[in-house]
């Protein structure tokens, strides 16, 4: 079953501009994650937000996350035509099994030169 | 750098046969997990495993079944595979209390 739902589904920006993705779950969580996937390709993990944090930063990428809304959401900033992937965000549950990830449908990024 | 090898990027079979796609992490990652991921659909998550020798069902594991002889190693079998398991499978590995997923590059399984 899919936990999470990122929205847009498809976002087309220029080089240099943000790129923000948001994402919806429907549990309680441990953790939310964010993935890129080049076209094709396996998932590269990004960025881990964990439930008592609010927001995260690693290089361009920021994440908050607002477990009362259960919504997160990812800005990548000055995007580069590389940053044109598809991004997902997976929540691990707060019950049960705490190491199987739920991901949503993405979000395809496509940044133009 | 620590790998997740899937034996294959592309693979094409006919309906009936029986078909193995392999994994193999070299990461010593007691977790390993195999999703099918289809348009529209995100990924689902079909087996995975905690431990050698021990297997959990995920959302859709009708169809498929999978072994763990090996630490390292996680098959997934598709008895006899059918044209709606066309897909892109995809082979994960994870440690306990870190977790971030590490994927394979994927194999894309077309059965005509």
């Known amino acids: 079953s899919q936990q999470g739902e990122e929205d847009p589904q498809a976002l087309s920006i220029q080089e240099g501009e943000n790129a923000t993705m948001n994402c919806s779950y429907k549990t309680s969580i441990n953790n939310l994650q964010w993935y890129r996937q080049n076209s094709g390709r396996g998932l590269v993990h990004l960025i881990l937000i964990r439930s008592n944090e609010r927001e995260k930063h690693s290089g361009r990428l920021r994440v908050t996350l607002d477990t009362s809304k259960k919504s997160s959401s990812l800005l990548i900033t000055a995007s580069r035509a590389a940053d044109t992937a598809s991004y997902f965000c997976a929540t691990v549950g707060s019950s049960g099994s705490a190491r199987q990830l739920t991901f949503g449908s993405g979000t395809q990024l496509t940044v133009l030169p | 750098d620590v790998k997740v090898t899937q034996s294959s990027r592309y693979l094409v079979k006919r309906t009936g046969e029986k078909v193995f796609l392999e994994c193999v992490q070299d990461m010593d990652h007691e977790n390993m997990f195999w999703y099918r991921q289809d348009p529209g659909l995100g990924l689902r998550l079909i087996y995975f495993?905690?431990?050698?020798?021990?297997?959990e069902k995920g959302d859709i594991p009708e169809g498929y079944s999978v072994s763990r002889e090996k630490k390292e190693r996680f098959s997934l079998i598709l008895e006899s595979a059918s044209t709606n398991q066309t897909s892109m499978y995809l082979c994960?590995?994870?440690?306990?209390?870190?977790?971030?997923?590490?994927f394979g590059s994927g194999t894309r399984l077309t059965v005509v």
């Open positions: 495993s905690y431990d050698v020798k021990m297997k």
């Open positions: 994960a590995s994870s440690t306990t209390g870190r977790y971030g997923y590490t």
